[in-house]
């Protein structure tokens, strides 16, 4: 790790929260670089340290990218792994761990960043994955939630199996930060697996809404629930006109209903015990709230929450 950065003594950066997006073979739906050209292209971002790649990645494993144009070659795509200091639509700051997952070196990688958060004294690192699996692309994207903060795993998977698999650096990650008494969780989530090589928006929703409950950040979905509309659209054009693939996905969807009824789940939105609320007693709680507020503009600038542990009053 180098750091790159030149106020890494600022005390507005200790106690912030984490978030590892890494893109290896855990990336269903290509999840990773939709929720990166999201988060890049909607929020303020401050790279601030970065890795030898050429210590960590075997390139015949995942080759890089290079653009020949007709007599040469030209835009070799060197792979990256950096960190970053990204800034919420809410002001709030957190980490990012972003890029491709190594695949040298990972015992080393992880000490490196295990001292970085605690020299920093990260509060929780939350990671995603995307995984492919046989469920219907009609319902809800389904998770499994891992790690040992409880408040932000149980009653969240829709699955949750006992199974031996390749091990990932998250989840050599998450072992050592439960060994070192760090909080850290993880949600994998479902997708499709007849979309599995093709761009789902709805996983990169549903991973940033997961990592955006867990570290109480705000974090930007306009463009991928649009782009999730599309698709939906032309998926449904697509079951119209094929019968085989109607009937494919009818059986997924009787399987993940039967499933589903054994597994009551819970939102992060929600606090321990209180039910989701209807969509007119939604509207109503709305309304009533904006009533007590003079002008939404002025408290959405001035809103006076809390802020995140390890950041100071203005």
Not at 89 to 96: G, I, N, T, V
Not at 99 to 111: H, I, S, T
């Amino acid at each position: 790790m180098t750091l790159v950065a030149s106020e890494v003594d600022d005390a507005r950066l200790q106690g912030l929260g984490m978030y590892v997006a890494l893109r290896g073979m855990s990336d269903a739906g290509h999840a990773h670089s939709q929720v990166a050209n999201e988060l890049f292209g909607r929020l303020d971002s401050e790279l601030f340290a970065t890795f030898d790649a050429d210590e960590l990645v075997a390139y015949t494993s995942q080759r890089p990218r290079v653009t020949f144009l007709g007599d040469h070659f030209a835009g070799y795509q060197a792979p990256r792994l950096e960190m970053y200091l990204m800034t919420d639509e809410l002001e709030r700051k957190f980490w990012l761990l972003t890029g491709v997952e190594p695949d040298l070196k990972w015992e080393r990688l992880v000490a490196e960043l295990l001292g970085f958060i605690e020299a920093f004294n990260i509060c929780l690192v939350v990671s995603t994955a995307s995984l492919p699996m046989p469920v219907p692309h009609t319902r809800p994207v389904g998770v499994t939630a891992h790690g040992n903060r409880k408040d932000l795993i149980e009653n969240i998977s829709t699955w949750s199996p006992t199974v031996e698999s390749p091990a990932g650096l998250t989840s050599l990650m998450e072992i050592r930060l439960n060994d070192a008494g760090r909080d850290v969780v993880g949600y994998s989530l479902h997708t499709p697996h007849y979309l599995a090589e093709s761009e789902y928006p709805a996983v990169a929703v549903a991973a940033l809404e997961h990592v955006g409950a867990a570290l109480k950040l705000a974090l930007p979905t306009d463009n991928l629930r649009e782009a999730g509309r599309l698709v939906d659209t032309q998926l449904a054009e697509q079951l119209e006109s094929s019968t085989d693939v109607r009937q494919m996905v009818d059986g997924f969807e009787q399987r993940f209903d039967a499933h589903a009824h054994e597994h009551e789940r819970r939102s992060l939105l929600l606090d321990e015990g209180e039910d989701m609320p209807d969509a007119e007693e939604l509207g109503t709680r709305v309304e009533d709230f904006l009533a007590t507020i003079e002008d939404t503009q002025d408290w959405l600038k001035n809103s006076e929450n809390d802020p995140f542990p390890g950041e100071t009053e203005q």
